[in-house]
């Protein structure tokens, strides 16, 4: 029986296996459903300790060798979280340990407190927040799961990514906006309720925040793309710059870098001439902003030119969700 096979059977199991093997291909390479965003969002991270916001000059925490951008992790080696805390660990006039993150590493300095008619001081003046406004670039109706900005958010003295203890978006509008010229970035300015919440920040990362959407915004997902399919050419960005309305507007590609930095992997020029009048290109607060080509999702705004605001870099895509999972 086995010598009496039919070998008009054996193509249509090559045909199958073929037909299984692309199949497989095709779903490998699709990418993510994933509901671009466009619209903006109050932003508040809490820091790892305490954000030194101005050193007073003189004694005592300038003589000892404090600075501005020091985040204050630790008095005598308690964690120090709130302002209330650092007030507690300070109120005699024996010196006391202060250490402090800076630049990505930490230091001990020894600071003696003043002592002042209203009480101990150490001469800083310190907060546990950065709130600002910012785009979500994409909501993933499966899990929840969201990513914005596209780039991270930094310490006061803006040389490293801030050491995020929690965070949470609210809700925002665009109440006004700062139009970019050369050598002067743009800006948005947003309204936003700090008790009216929408999602969690989980992640700080140098592609961006990262966390769950709470009261997304519905929309149509589209597809992602892969690095490798995005090509120079008209492409379109999806922003919220009046209001809390998201519109499309057109730009250009004008280079793609896979292996780029800091959220430089594209080069883009804004060539929609309503955002030109508006906006004179690209804005702070538009960071985030997702960037479509040829209907799928391939990256986000993260940066504005100075010396040129109708253009800016983007990141794609495949590293913020490469963040996000990381």
Same mark, same amino acid.
């Given at each position: 029986?086995?010598?009496?096979?039919?070998?008009?059977?054996?193509?249509?199991?090559?045909?199958?296996?073929?037909?299984?093997?692309?199949?497989?291909?095709?779903?490998?390479?699709?990418?993510?459903?994933?509901?671009?965003?466009?619209?903006?969002?109050?932003?508040?991270?809490?820091?790892?300790?305490?954000?030194?916001?101005?050193?007073?000059?003189?004694?005592?925490?300038?003589?000892?060798?404090?600075?501005?951008?020091?985040?204050?992790?630790?008095?005598?080696?308690?964690?120090?979280?709130?302002?209330?805390?650092?007030?507690?660990?300070?109120?005699?006039?024996?010196?006391?340990?202060?250490?402090?993150?800076?630049?990505?590493?930490?230091?001990?300095? $020894?600071?003696?407190?003043?002592?002042?008619?209203?009480?101990?001081?150490?001469?800083?003046?310190?907060?546990?927040?950065?709130?600002?406004?910012?785009?979500?670039?994409?909501?993933?109706?499966?899990?929840?799961?969201?990513?914005?900005?596209?780039?991270?958010?930094?310490?006061?003295?803006?040389?490293?990514?801030?050491?995020?203890?929690?965070?949470?978006?609210?809700?925002?509008?665009?109440?006004?906006?700062?139009?970019?010229?050369?050598?002067?970035?743009?800006?948005?300015?947003?309204?936003?309720?700090?008790?009216?919440?929408?999602?969690?920040?989980?992640?700080?990362?140098?592609?961006?925040?990262?966390?769950?959407?709470?009261?997304?915004?519905?929309?149509?997902?589209?597809?992602?793309?892969?690095?490798?399919?995005?090509?120079?050419?008209?492409?379109?960005?999806?922003?919220?710059?009046?209001?809390?309305?998201?519109?499309?507007?057109?730009?250009?590609?004008?280079?793609?870098?896979?292996?780029?930095?800091?959220?430089?992997?594209?080069?883009?020029?804004?060539?929609?001439?309503?955002?030109?009048?508006?906006?004179?290109?690209?804005?702070?607060?538009?960071?985030?902003?997702?960037?479509?080509?040829?209907?799928?999702?391939?990256?986000?705004?993260?940066?504005?030119?100075?010396?040129?605001?109708?253009?800016?870099?983007?990141?794609?895509?495949?590293?913020? $969700?490469?963040?996000?999972?990381?």
């Amino acid at each position: 029986m086995r010598r009496n096979i039919s070998y008009k059977k054996i193509p249509a199991v090559l045909i199958a296996l073929v037909l299984a093997l692309a199949l497989s291909c095709q779903t490998a390479a699709a990418g993510r459903a994933l509901v671009p965003g466009g619209y903006t969002v109050g932003i508040k991270l809490y820091a790892e300790g305490l954000m030194v916001t101005e050193v007073e000059s003189g004694p005592p925490a300038q003589q000892a060798g404090l600075r501005k951008g020091d985040i204050i992790i630790m008095v005598d080696g308690k964690k120090i979280d709130s302002a209330q805390a650092l007030l507690g660990r300070i109120q005699k006039s024996d010196p006391v340990v202060v250490r402090v993150e800076r630049g990505g590493r930490e230091a001990e300095f $020894l600071v003696t407190p003043e002592k002042t008619p209203s009480g101990y001081r150490l001469g800083v003046l310190v907060r546990d927040h950065i709130a600002g406004i910012g785009t979500v670039t994409y909501y993933d109706p499966e899990d929840g799961s969201y990513g914005a900005l596209g780039h991270g958010v930094s310490s006061l003295d803006g040389t490293q990514l801030l050491m995020m203890q929690s965070g949470y978006l609210v809700r925002s509008s665009v109440a006004e906006i700062r139009a970019g010229t050369r050598g002067t970035p743009g800006e948005l300015h947003g309204l936003f309720d700090v008790t009216d919440t929408v999602g969690t920040v989980d992640k700080n990362t140098s592609c961006g925040i990262f966390g769950t959407m709470t009261h997304p915004r519905q929309g149509q997902p589209v597809e992602t793309a892969p690095s490798e399919s995005v090509v120079t050419g008209p492409a379109e960005i999806l922003s919220n710059v009046d209001g809390d309305q998201v519109q499309r507007f057109s730009i250009r590609i004008d280079r793609v870098d896979a292996d780029a930095k800091n959220g430089r992997n594209l080069l883009i020029t804004v060539t929609d001439e309503a955002l030109l009048a508006k906006t004179g290109g690209i804005v702070q607060g538009m960071s985030g902003s997702p960037i479509l080509q040829n209907g799928r999702l391939i990256g986000a705004v993260t940066h504005v030119l100075v010396n040129s605001p109708t253009q800016g870099y983007g990141i794609l895509i495949d590293r913020m $969700l490469q963040a996000a999972e990381g």
